[in-house]
């Protein structure tokens, strides 16, 4: 293993997919470091959402390569412990915790399943307690199915099911854009404590930019497929060059908000 | 034929809400609780809360749109007239003129199967005898209100963006004249850019003809941006309400200001979010007290005793909060 400090826990250089004409994902790069959070922004049909289905493997890209911790994930893999390892090295945390379990497995029965599939050989009681514990739910949560849980305990849920096999890097795809401020408030500092806990990397899709300035280091905006700005958070949402970048940071809601002259700048882009 | 539209209002409001009550069955505590609203002519209005507070199901209200079993108390007046107890013509006069109604999703309202232009003319056709011309001429003249132009009425939902379906959805919405329209988180499935525009849509319409607007959605900086005033709700309750510059700027429920603090915002630099612990209550439990007690960190005994009644701020009679607790949080208040 390369020493901590510089490790990329996510390297993606080059990445292209296009569906018929549209170029979906056009020359995209970027890096997560260990224990780092990039943030994706850019509205549908910007290409982030294709841009973390390739990372994660749900989708094939024409060209570019993605490195997790070094590794290259262009090779086919070949029979079922690669494969395992290789799905272990990124998880993900989906929009809508009401869609991404299942109805009728518990909580508990969800996290052994994951871990039964990955780790044979653990004693998985001890896991569960452990996991659920991480994402702030008690051991009683281990009985209740999905639909006995809130929308926040169920993205816990989640989450806790993307750590149970200890990814490299977890990708959430608008994973807190469905749920309640009080409630969302929670997810994110969860995720938080959890980045501070492990050397897990984040690779954070959303719209929302105040969501972005809140849990990323760094951050790329992208549009029609392409990056248009990239660069540390604070930065770019400090004093973005861009004028997309621009026109997403005036269209926030605020005190003084003109939608008029947004709507007007959004035309002349 | 529509009267309603400029008939001398008897009250106040366009709409106006007293002590309305609304109790489903099986539930331990009512859906609703004595949710006191108005919207005055031409004003906009924002109900803000979270999943679950009531805000949907009083909007809704509006339009006698309540769901199977509801029993309720209070009065629902739009335009002075009752709809609680109107009958079943009086109800659809009210339903296809007076008030109209845009979703959050437009593709879940509309037909995939049928032309933009039967979605926009079917009702005024339906109701009014209005000739099909003359029906596609207002659609036409609509349409162009909100940016877009005729060759739309030619193609099905599939063939156009969310950003113009839900355009689509207003131009319909206004068929009938409405005195008063309700959107019920128009924005929230659209980009952040395309909301800036029907927001802006939405303002221009209510400039031209008048409408009373109720906006609800869970989204407190835009409830702020766009609303004279505002409501804040929490577990079937109104725990605030006043205008918007004021109600933001100096919450005086404990809900409110926490809500504010744990939005993640743009200005916000590193640091944790505060978070409200807890989750609201389920209508599985009756509340003895105050509905936000157990999150409450103002909280003391008589939280839990007693609801608290919604009492003016001092020196600001239209703002008001339910809590006990209010004066505590006066060093939010005017420096």
Known sequence: MPEPTDVKVLEVSGLRRSFGAVRAVDDVSFAVPEGGSLGIVGESGSGKTTAARIIVGLERADAGEIRVRGRSRTPRVRGRAQRLARAREVQMVFQDPYLSLDPRTSVGAVLRETLRLHFPHIDHGRRVRELLDQVGLGSRAAEALPRRLSGGQRQRVAIARALAVEPAVLVLDEAVAALDVSVQAQILNLLADIRERTPIGYLFITHDLGVVRCVTDDVIVMRRGRVVEAGATADVLGGPRHPYTRLLMDSVPRPGWDPERIAAARRAL | ?335
């Not at chain 2, 009065?75 to 109800?91: I, P, Q």
């Not at chain 2, 009373?212 to 959605?217: E, Q, Y």
């Not at chain 2, 979010?273 to 105050?290: Q, V, Y």
């Open chain 2, 1 to 335: 034929m529509n009267t309603t539209m400029n008939a001398p209002a008897t009250q106040a409001g366009t709409l106006d809400i007293r002590g309305l009550r609304l109790t489903l069955p099986g539930t331990a505590r009512p859906v609703l609780d004595g949710v006191d609203l108005t919207v005055a002519p031409g004003e906009t209005v924002s109900l803000v809360g979270e999943s679950g507070s009531g805000k949907t199901l009083t909007s809704r209200s509006a339009l006698c749109l309540l769901p199977p079993g509801a029993v309720t108390e209070g009065t629902v007046r739009v335009n002075g007239d009752d709809v609680l107890t109107a009958d079943a013509d009086r109800l659809r006069a009210l339903r296809t003129g007076t008030v109209a109604m845009v979703f959050q999703d437009p593709r879940a309202a509309l037909n995939p199967l049928r032309r933009i232009g039967d979605f926009l003319t079917e009702g005024v056709r339906a109701t009014r005898t209005a000739a099909r011309a003359r029906a596609t001429a207002r659609a036409t003249e609509l349409l162009g209100a909100v940016g877009l132009d005729d060759t739309v009425l030619r193609k099905y939902p599939g063939q156009v963006s969310g950003g113009m379906l839900q355009r689509v959805m207003i131009a319909a919405a206004l068929m009938g004249e409405p005195a008063l329209l309700l959107a019920d988180e128009p924005t929230t499935a659209l980009d952040v850019t395309t909301q800036a525009e029907v927001v802006a849509l939405l303002a221009r319409l209510r400039e031209r003809f008048a409408t009373a607007l109720l906006f609800v959605t869970h989204d407190l900086d835009l409830a702020a941006a766009i609303s004279d005033r505002v409501y804040v709700m929490y577990a079937g309750r109104i725990a605030e309400h006043g205008p918007a510059k004021q109600l933001f700027e100096h919450p005086r429920h404990p809900y409110t200001a926490a809500l504010l603090a744990s939005t993640p915002r743009l200005e916000r630099t590193g640091g944790r979010l505060s978070a409200i612990e807890g989750r609201p209550p389920g209508l599985s439990t009756a509340l003895t007290g105050c509905a936000f007690a157990a999150r409450c960190p103002l909280a003391t005994e008589v939280c839990d005793e007693r609801p608290p009644e919604l009492r003016p701020v001092p020196g600001h009679p239209e703002h008001r909060a339910a809590c006990h607790h209010s004066e505590l949080l006066e060093g939010s208040a005017d420096a």
